[in-house]
C-alpha cells in the first residue's frame, strides 16, 4: 500500500491570494495526480505531475492557474492561484500501483472567502 | 478513453433491506474498475476492486459487484441496508496503466431510512 500525507488539511483564504497544497508519498511513485472535487460534486483530475518533466493538464485547467510542481519522486505541490469564491472545493492527490491499486489523500478543503 | 455513468443520483432504501446502485462503464480495454464510499466530511474509502480476476467481487461491509462485461455494468449490492451505509458512492473506471489516474462517476447518494 501507498500512505500519502496532504497538508493543509483545511484552509481559509482570501480571493486574490494563492493556496499551496502539500503531497507527500511513503514511496517512490513516477507519476501523481491532482484532483478537484467541487462542493455536492465528483472528482475532477486536474493534472498528471510527473518527475523530471512538467505537468500534463486536463482539459479545462491551464498551468497559470494551477501550478505543479514535482521535485522529487515522493513529493509534489498543486498551487491554486488567484482564488475566487469558486476555487472552494476539496483538492485531493493520488498515486497508483499499476492499473490494480489507487491510494488517495484525505484532501485539503479549500474555502475561499 | 474511457467513461463511468451512475445511473441513480439518488437512492433511498429502508434499513434492512437491499441496495442496489448502479454502474455501466465504458473503456477501449480491460478495464480496472472500483467502489469507493465518502461519508460526510471524510476522505474516500475503497470498497471493492474488478482487476480482472474473479466476475464477482466482495468487498468490505458486506457489499458486492458483479462484472459483467456484455452489459459493460459493474453494479454495486449489499443484502442488508444499515443506517451507517448512508454516504456518497462513486463508481471509478482506472486507466489501464496507472489506476491513480481515474474517471469517477457522478456519484450516488445513498438515504437509509429507519
Known amino acids: 500500500s501507498a500512505v500519502i500525507s496532504q497538508k493543509p488539511s483545511r484552509d481559509i483564504c482570501q480571493r486574490g491570494t494563492s493556496l499551496t497544497i502539500q503531497c507527500q508519498v511513503d514511496?517512490?511513485?513516477?507519476?501523481m495526480f491532482w484532483y478537484r472535487q467541487q462542493p455536492g460534486q465528483s472528482l475532477t483530475l486536474i493534472a498528471t505531475?510527473?518527475?523530471?518533466?512538467?505537468?500534463?493538464?486536463e482539459s479545462g485547467f491551464v498551468i497559470d492557474k494551477f501550478p505543479i510542481s514535482r521535485p522529487n519522486l515522493t513529493f509534489s505541490t498543486l498551487t491554486v492561484s488567484n482564488l475566487s469564491p469558486e476555487d472552494s472545493s476539496i483538492y485531493l492527490c493520488?498515486?497508483?500501483?499499476?492499473?490494480?491499486?489507487?491510494?488517495f489523500g484525505q484532501g485539503t478543503r479549500l474555502t475561499v472567502v | 478513453a474511457q467513461s463511468v455513468t451512475q445511473l441513480d443520483s439518488h437512492v433511498s432504501v429502508s434499513e434492512g433491506t437491499p441496495v442496489l446502485l448502479r454502474c455501466n462503464y465504458s473503456s477501449s480495454y480491460s478495464p480496472s474498475l472500483f467502489w469507493y464510499v465518502q461519508h460526510p466530511n471524510k476522505g474516500l474509502q475503497l470498497l471493492l476492486k474488478?482487476?480482472?480476476?474473479?466476475?464477482l467481487v466482495k468487498g468490505i461491509n458486506g457489499f458486492e459487484a458483479e462484472f459483467k462485461k456484455s452489459e459493460t455494468s459493474f453494479h454495486l449490492t449489499k443484502p442488508s441496508a444499515h443506517m451507517s451505509d448512508a454516504a456518497e458512492y462513486f463508481c471509478v473506471v482506472g486507466v489501464n496503466t496507472n489506476a491513480g489516474k481515474s474517471t469517477f462517476g457522478d456519484g450516488t447518494t445513498l438515504t437509509v431510512k429507519p
Open positions: 474488478y482487476t480482472s480476476a474473479a466476475t
Open positions: 505531475a510527473n518527475q523530471g518533466s512538467e505537468a500534463t493538464y
Open positions: 493520488s498515486v497508483g500501483r499499476g492499473h490494480t491499486e489507487a491510494f
Open positions: 514511496s517512490q511513485v513516477t507519476m
